[in-house]
């Protein structure tokens, strides 16, 4: 079985896809996306909903975390900023779905370039401290600024319109979400492939060596910031117009720690990391809940075990990161080298 691709210009080796294998693959991975809606029943739609909204949010915590080097734990605040542009621009004044999404996205970065500014002179658990004032910061602005974020009661998002299509069940909404995330991964992907994503693994690798090749640190942590809080502002917005409802509850420090968590178990500093550490964070629970729905027990004993799943699943989280530190990515990688190589040993 061929393990590897001759590369004999620059254009194939920064290629995201060098083999027809490789092409045969995405095309299975597009079909089966495109039949999938008409397949699933709407529990598993609204979870295919929710997956990708996380994917769009742990790839930009991905970009900042694992390729350059930055702990945040501010990630739900961006994803609120772009949730209440979002909603307010929707309830407002009725603009369309993308233009909102954009939108919330700029205001995300920007947040995101004000809280990046002390990354010059704070890393690690400084740095995640100083995300997390910007945490408390942005649930004190909808808590308190009642006219126009609704207070603690919150906001109700009218269901979006594209091309005259009222996106008001997981159904339609899917064919949004799903290939924007798409396009934020693409996105993502290929900024790895220009001297920026580069310069980003340089300043991760380590920073003092970044800036005397000649990288301005501070321009391109605050790039990474901002490239991060848009991700994370997009999928607020996705998350505004699927929920249908925003509260500042909606984003608390807990949401954070999700999407840091997923960053960890799916890989740091990969893409595919990113995919598979929401999808594992997202469903497990699900998978978990449902197992224990199976169980022939009465209303008291599923009392019980409720709080018993929620510390398997972090038993699981610990245990995996133990003994798999580098995450999903590192396990799917070690399987293809299990075929590529058998019979030998990996």
């Known amino acids: 079985m061929r393990i590897g691709s001759a590369k004999q210009s620059y254009a194939a080796d920064a290629a995201l896809f060098d083999s027809r294998t490789q092409w045969a693959w995405v095309g299975v991975l597009v079909a089966s996306l495109l039949a999938f809606p008409f397949v699933a029943n709407e529990y598993w739609l609204y979870l295919a909903c929710l997956v990708a909204i996380n994917i769009a949010s742990t790839t930009g915590l991905n970009l900042l975390t694992g390729y350059t080097g930055l702990v945040s734990l501010g990630q739900s605040a961006f994803m609120g900023l772009g949730a209440y542009t979002v909603a307010i621009l929707q309830i407002r004044y009725g603009t369309p779905m993308l233009l909102n999404l954009l939108a919330g996205g700029v205001v995300a970065m920007l947040a ?10 704070v890393k690690g658990l400084y740095l995640a401290i100083a995300t997390i004032a910007a945490g408390v910061i942005a649930h004190f602005v909808f808590s308190h600024f009642a006219d126009l974020t609704g207070g603690s009661a919150g906001l109700s998002v009218p269901p979006a319109q594209v091309l005259g299509v009222v996106l008001d069940s997981s159904f339609k909404l899917y064919w949004v979400i799903v290939p924007i995330t798409v396009l934020l991964l693409i996105g993502a992907a290929n900024l790895f492939r220009t001297r ?13 060596s970044a800036e005397v090749l000649g990288i301005p640190l501070l321009r391109y942590k605050l790039l990474s910031f901002a490239i991060s809080s848009f991700y994370a502002g997009v999928a607020g917005g996705l998350f505004a117009y699927f929920f249908r409802a925003i509260t500042p509850e909606s984003f608390p420090l807990i949401m954070s720690i999700f999407f840091l968590a997923a960053v960890i ?12 550490g929401a999808v594992f964070m997202t469903l497990v629970p699900e998978v978990l809940k449902l197992i224990v729905g199976w169980l022939p027990l009465g209303e008291s004993a599923m009392l019980v075990l409720s709080p018993v799943r929620t510390i398997v699943f972090g038993l699981m989280i610990v245990l995996f990161l133990i003994f798999e530190p580098h995450g999903l990515a590192e396990v799917w990688r070690r399987i293809r080298r299990l075929f590529h190589l058998w019979p030998f040993r990996t």
């Open 265 to 276: 178990v799916g890989g740091m500093g990969t893409m595919l990391g990113s995919v598979l």
């Open 112 to 121: 995101g370039v004000v809280v990046g500014v002390p990354s010059l002179r």
């Open 196 to 208: 920026i994503g580069r310069a980003f693994i340089a300043i991760r690798d380590r920073d003092i």
